[in-house]
Structures are given as C-alpha cells and as structure tokens.
C-alpha cells in the first residue's frame, strides 16, 4: 500500500489528528455503565503496550499528523510506570492531556505540570456521596470532589464528565449547573452510550433534548447563553449568563457528530479503533513487535472508518445488542 500520501485521511475526507491512548484496563472504580458487574477478561501483561511501545507508536501517528494526544483507561493514573510514561510522551509536539476519575490525582500534580499536562477530564456522575458509591462501586466520593477543587485551584482547565441516566442523577442536572456558579469547570453531561455489558437500553439514557427542557424550566432566556463550539467538538456548549464556568452536551447517541470526527483510539493492548462504536480492531503491536512498519496499517484502518457510529447510523441500530456487544466494554476502550 502506498504511505506517502495522508495516512490519516480517511474515505470520507476527515483528518485525525487526536489519537486517545488507552494506557490499562484496570480500574480503582467500578461504574456501573462502563465496567460489566463481572469485570472483563484482562490481556495478559505480555500483550499490553510498554511505555517504549507506547512512544514509538504514538511517534507514528505524530509524525503524520496527530497534534493532540489524550491518556485514558481503565484508569490511567494507576498504571505503575505513568511517570514515564508522560515524560516520554511530553518530548512529542503535541497537546498533552487526560481523562481520570480523579480519585489519586493529588499524587500527579507536580508530575502533570512538569510534563505539560494542562487539561484535565474528570468523571463525577453524583454530587450526593450515596449516590456516588451506588454508581461506582466505591466510596471514594470526597476524595474525587476535593481534587476537582485542587486541580482548578492549581489552575488546570478541568471538565467535569457526567454521564446521566434515568431515575438516577437526571435531577442533580440543575445541581450541576450550579456547580459551575463559582468555579471554572465545563460541565458536560454524555448521553449513556451502549457497550458491551453495560445492560444498555434506550428508556435509561437521558437526552440532549431532556436535558435542555431542564435547563429551560430552571433559567430564564437572557441567562441561557449558547457558547461557539470549537472546531471538531463533540459537545454543545452553553453558560449561564454570570457563572464563571459553563455546561454541555455530548450526544452521541441523539446527534451524533461523526461529520466532523477527528479521533482515532488505542486500545492498552495495541490495537487501533478507528471508531469509538467499531467492532473491528487493527493489531499495530504485533506488527511493532514483528518489528514491521505500522504505517500501512493504520492507513488501511483509517480507510475502513465507516461514516457514522461505526455502522450504526441509526437509534434502532444502536439498540441491537448483537450489534454493539461486538465492540468492546467501555473499560477496555476508555471514551
Ligand atoms: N477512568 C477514567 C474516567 O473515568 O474518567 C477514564 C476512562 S473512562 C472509560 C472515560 C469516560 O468514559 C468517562 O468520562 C466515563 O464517564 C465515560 N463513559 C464510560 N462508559 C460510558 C457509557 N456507557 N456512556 C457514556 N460515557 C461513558
Ligand atoms: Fe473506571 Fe472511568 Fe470506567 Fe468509571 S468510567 S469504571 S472510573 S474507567
């Protein structure tokens, strides 16, 4: 196959220069939505990325264009090496950033300034701790609160990600809104997205469009602003007229935006995911360790990229199980 041109164009004319690295599927919490009530089947240790593989391969797509790189996980932040694993990365020209539930954040402060990293995403789907622990498995609530309000005082851009389901956290969205009075945090609430295990089903997942009839009910016209999006965003933004941080939507499942999607995702175990919803996967490890070149691979990877939610271009599709438990659970994929 021919690498010379735009490896990371795909058919339908969208660059990817945001690669989102899984670093482990392990995790210190248990979200009911992301991490089946089993657990999942872990790679053998041999089979995960070290953190030599992990810079070469990101190098790859660096060279090619990507200019922004997000860690996840599992939970990133327990992986024993991401010391390293961040200076490594830190020597490549791009935007450095992660996504945590924040639970052991305090201890990567100074690590995180050092190499960079300046924007942080953060889960917290409850600001009640009862909740939190139903939803997470764990009792980790004050801990998760009180480093959101160390990282902004230590002045990271921080996000707060809230993914909101029926009867459960649907009326701490006004709650949420408020927390945005005084602080200056993103709010951004996801609609609840089908993977394998997570028991998904439509009636639980709240909308865009319910989540703005909240909004609606709670502020007036003047005070709802509608903020720009940034270019490639996956959210809706808005602010509260005076507050100092703002809100959003992330509506995959109801307004999905593929159109403009520039992410690719790599797996703790190499493999590169075209799509957050593709059931297909391209093993760049192996051909690492085979010490062959990536680069065809993952242009033919890219070249697969389907337009729309890896093939499931409507709600019904998403609602065929057979369909989305051929992808992998949240916890091993990592947002
Ligand atoms: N452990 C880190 C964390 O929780 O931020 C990083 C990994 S976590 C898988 C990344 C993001 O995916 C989190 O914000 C989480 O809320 C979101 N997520 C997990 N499962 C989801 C689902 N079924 N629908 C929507 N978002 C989900
Ligand atoms: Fe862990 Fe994040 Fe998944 Fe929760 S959402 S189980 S914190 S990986």
Known sequence: MNTDKNILQDSHGRDHAYLRISLIERCNLRCTYCMPENGVKLSPKSHLMTYEEIYEIAKTFVDHGVTKIRLTGGEPLIRKDIPVILEKLATLPVELSI????????????????????????????????????ITRRNEFQKVYNNILLLVKEGFKVKVNVVLMKDFNE??????????????????????????????????????????????????ETQIERLQDAPNDTSKNYKIKDYKGSFAIISSVTNPFCDSCNRLRLTANGQLKNCLFSATESDLLTTLREGKSIEPIIQKAVQAKLKIRGGMNTIEKLQEPKLHSKNRSMITIGG
């Open 99 to 134: 996504t945590s539930n924040a639970v052991i954040i305090d201890r990567f402060i100074d690590i995180l300034k050092t190499n960079g990293v300046n924007k942080i995403n953060v889960s917290l789907d409850s600001l009640d701790k009862e909740k939190f622990k139903h």
């Open 171 to 220: 009326d701490e969205i006004i709650d949420f809104i408020h927390f945005t009075k005084d602080l200056p945090i993103v709010v951004r609430f996801i609609e609840f997205m089908p993977f394998d295990g997570n028991k998904w089903n439509i009636s639980k997942m709240v909308s865009y469009a319910e989540v703005m009839q909240f909004v609606n009910t709670s502020f007036s």
